[in-house]
């Protein structure tokens, strides 16, 4: 399985950006999609996650209401919808994949960075 990240960038806080993640390989074991993120000096943390098959979706608190995560399970792909930006979002963001039968995200994208100024 292989990730592509894409979709970050530079933004003003208030805005929104909207990040994309390809899939490819063995997809049709996808248990979920996650989207992480680390900021400069912090730890990795779990930004949200969603069901392959339901859909079902969940976030960390900090995000909840300005945050969309969706798929599309023909295209193979999960996003990431931000709105409302401010600068406690910067940071590089990876796309994770967890498989049927696996209790971790075993693969991840490479990262894209979104860049929040005030």
């Known amino acids: 399985v292989q990730l592509q990240a894409s979709g970050g960038g530079l933004v003003q806080a208030g805005g929104s950006l909207r990040l994309s993640c390809a899939a490819s390989?063995?997809?049709?074991?996808?248990?979920?999609m996650a989207w992480f993120r680390q900021a400069p000096g912090k730890e990795r943390e779990h930004v949200a996650t969603i069901s392959w098959r339901t859909g079902g979706a969940s976030y960390t608190d900090s995000v909840k209401g300005r945050f969309t995560i969706s798929r599309d399970k023909a295209k193979e792909t999960a996003s990431l919808q931000m709105n409302s930006l401010n600068s406690e979002d910067t940071a590089v963001y990876y796309c994770?994949?967890?498989?049927?039968?696996?209790?971790?995200?075993?693969?991840w994208g490479q990262g894209t960075l979104v860049t929040v100024s005030s």
């Open positions: 994770a994949m967890r498989l049927l039968g696996r209790s971790g995200f075993d693969f």
């Open positions: 390989g063995r997809t049709f074991r996808t248990l979920e």
